[in-house]
């Protein structure tokens, strides 16, 4: 399986604030995701992280709001901005593998805003 | 696009016996089915997953089945133990398609009560 590593993994913030979350994979990846999971919820997908371009959100998420960055491609950023306390959730990084169908993921930030 | 609903979205069992979770699917062209595993606090974890050109798949104490005329494929727990508690996802997509497509459903919370 392919190994991914996220950080932080886990953070309370203050509303108005934004947050930074950090995604490093192996190189058995070649496409990276950022989901959100929200309390007892199942996972929905924010948007597809592009090395080097805009990444592709997914409907009802914008770029104003969750800025992501794949500046080469082992490493990619998910910011959440100007947090609201209907932020708060987890957050994870995903990465498919060069046969790009195997899913896996990071351990998550769980996100608390108050 | 997919839809994949799952049931039940509770079910608990006792030590040793079988669980089954149920999922259907909508898109015809989806072929490729795996099952995540997510405990408490952590992540997502791939357990198993099957293709559409199988009908079942084993591995050790977890089967996959798939009735693709009825569009639907359920994970099979045999002599279920208490570290089997969690929550488990399926997910569906097209082959044609890439890991971004992949629809989860809404997920289980098993129980295996000692």
């Known amino acids: 399986s392919a190994v991914i590593s996220q950080k932080p993994s886990r953070d309370i913030c203050q509303r108005g604030t934004s947050l930074t979350i950090q995604c490093q994979v192996d190189s058995q990846v070649t496409m990276m995701f950022w989901y959100r999971q929200q309390p007892g919820q199942s996972l929905t997908l924010i948007a597809t992280?592009?090395?080097?371009?805009?990444?592709?959100?997914e409907s009802g998420f914008v770029i104003d709001k969750f800025p992501i960055s794949r500046p080469n491609l082992t490493f990619s950023t998910l910011t959440v901005s100007n947090m609201s306390p209907e932020d708060s959730s987890i957050y994870l990084c995903s990465g498919s593998t060069v046969i790009n169908e195997k899913l896996f993921f990071g351990s998550g930030t769980q996100l608390s805003v108050l | 696009g997919e839809n994949v609903e799952q049931h039940p979205s509770t079910l608990s069992v006792q030590e040793g016996d079988s669980a089954v979770i149920k999922c259907t699917y909508s898109?015809?062209?989806?072929?490729?089915f795996p099952w995540y595993k997510q405990e408490l606090g952590k992540r997502p974890q791939l357990i198993i997953d099957i293709r559409s050109n199988v009908g079942e798949k084993k591995d050790q104490r977890i089967a996959v089945t798939l009735n693709k005329t009825a569009k639907h494929f359920s994970l099979h727990i045999t002599e279920t133990q208490p570290e089997d508690s969690a929550v488990y996802f399926c997910a569906g997509y097209p082959s044609s398609g890439s890991a971004r497509q992949l629809t989860f459903g809404s997920g289980t919370q098993l129980t295996v009560l000692p």
């Open positions: 992280a592009n090395q080097g371009s805009e990444a592709t959100y």
């Open positions: 898109d015809s062209a989806s072929n490729y």
